[in-house]
């Protein structure tokens, strides 16, 4: 059983930053491939970035070079440092890993990009 958390969400200006923070159980979390997911009102819910168990990270289109992924073994965290956002972000944002082919996601956190 895997437990995921995520925190960080908020109301932030357009242009404005916000980091996230993906928090997860496990004595193996080194070894997870951790992804920040988001959906927004109406819309089905997409892949914003992903991080594997040695770093390497890809990102959806309409987030590169604005949205950063990164983690700390050491905290059992991953971090989405979201740059020069756009009201287009506006979402819940949630953190996934798969572990022994089980899915597991957290609650979400809410990001709102308003001015």
């Known amino acids: 059983q895997v437990h995921l958390w995520e925190s960080g969400g908020g109301l932030v200006q357009p242009g404005g930053s916000l980091r996230l923070s993906c928090g997860a159980s496990?004595?193996?979390?080194?070894?997870?491939?951790i992804g920040w997911y988001r959906q927004a009102p109406g819309k089905q819910r997409e892949l914003v970035a992903r991080?594997?168990?040695?770093?390497?990270?890809d990102y959806a289109d309409s987030v590169k070079g604005r949205f950063t992924i990164s983690r700390d073994n050491t905290k059992n965290t991953v971090y989405l440092q979201m740059n020069s956002l756009i009201v287009e972000d506006t979402a819940i944002y949630y953190c996934?890993?798969?572990?022994?082919?089980?899915?597991?996601w957290g609650k979400g956190t809410l990001v709102t990009v308003s001015s």
């Open positions: 991080i594997n168990s040695v770093g390497s990270t």
């Open positions: 996934n890993t798969a572990v022994y082919g089980m899915d597991y």
């Open positions: 496990g004595s193996i979390f080194s070894s997870y491939t």
